[in-house]
Structure formats: structure tokens, C-alpha cells
Nanobody
Framework: QVQLVESGGGSVQAGGSLRLSCAASTDIGTRYYMAWFRQARGKKREGVAAIERLGNGVTNYADAVKERFMISKDGAKNTLYLQMNSLKPEDTAMYYC????????????????????WGQGTQVTVSS
């Protein structure tokens, strides 16, 4: 397993932007498919954005965040990012970084059980 530490959360007004970072303890290059999940209070965890294991940049997004969020992976820095633009109050949640390494390519947006490494989360609060 890989250790993951998220950062970059905070409070922002609707329409604003935040960039979340997820620092990994090991080389994430082409070994891991990765994703961002979120869980709002009283709601189920949901996949937000996912990126494939290989370096082709194949991504997948939840309908609710398409055209507003962008996931990217910097192998040299062993860091996963989530750029969030045009934030809405409904984006308020705890955001979690996840990594999986079962040999498949990904990106896996809905299959949380495929991910065997999780960060502690970073809170994002969007006010109207």
C-alpha cells in the first residue's frame, strides 16, 4: 500500500476555485490508478474524478463535476491533483484521495472497493 496525504481544502465562496493535492509516499508513475472521492455529511461516498494507471492521461468524471473539475497526476512529484473551478455549495464535502494497484488500467470512478490505499481527507466548504 501507499501512504496518501491530502491538502488544499478550505472554505470558498460559490464560483471560486481550489486545488487539492495528494502526496504519495512512493512512486505513483504507472503503478497506480488513482481517484478523488468525496462524502458530504449524511450522504454516501461518491467518486468525483479518476485517472488511469498508465501515462496516457485517460480520465473519468462524475456528471456533477464535468467541465468544472480536472484531475491530473505528476509522476515526478508523486502527487495527484484535483483542480476545482466554479465551485458550488453542493460541492461541500470531505474529499479523499485513493490509489489502487490490482494490475488493471483504470480509471475506476464508481468501484471504490478497487482502491486499497486512502488518505485521511481534506474538507472543502463552499458558501453561497
Amino acid at each position: 500500500q501507499v501512504q496518501l496525504v491530502e491538502s488544499g481544502g478550505g472554505s470558498v465562496q460559490a464560483g471560486g476555485s481550489l486545488r487539492l493535492s495528494c502526496a504519495a509516499s512512493t512512486d505513483i508513475g504507472t503503478r497506480y490508478y488513482m481517484a478523488w472521492f468525496r462524502q458530504a455529511r449524511g450522504k454516501k461516498r461518491e467518486g468525483v474524478a479518476a485517472i488511469e494507471r498508465l501515462g496516457n492521461g485517460v480520465t473519468n468524471y462524475a456528471d456533477a463535476v464535468k467541465e468544472r473539475f480536472m484531475i491530473s497526476k505528476d509522476g515526478a512529484k508523486n502527487t495527484l491533483y484535483l483542480q476545482m473551478n466554479s465551485l458550488k455549495p453542493e460541492d461541500t464535502a470531505m474529499y479523499y484521495c485513493a490509489a489502487g494497484s490490482d494490475g488493471s488500467r483504470g480509471p475506476w470512478l464508481s468501484d471504490a472497493q478497487r482502491y486499497n490505499s486512502w488518505g485521511q481527507g481534506t474538507q472543502v466548504t463552499v458558501s453561497s
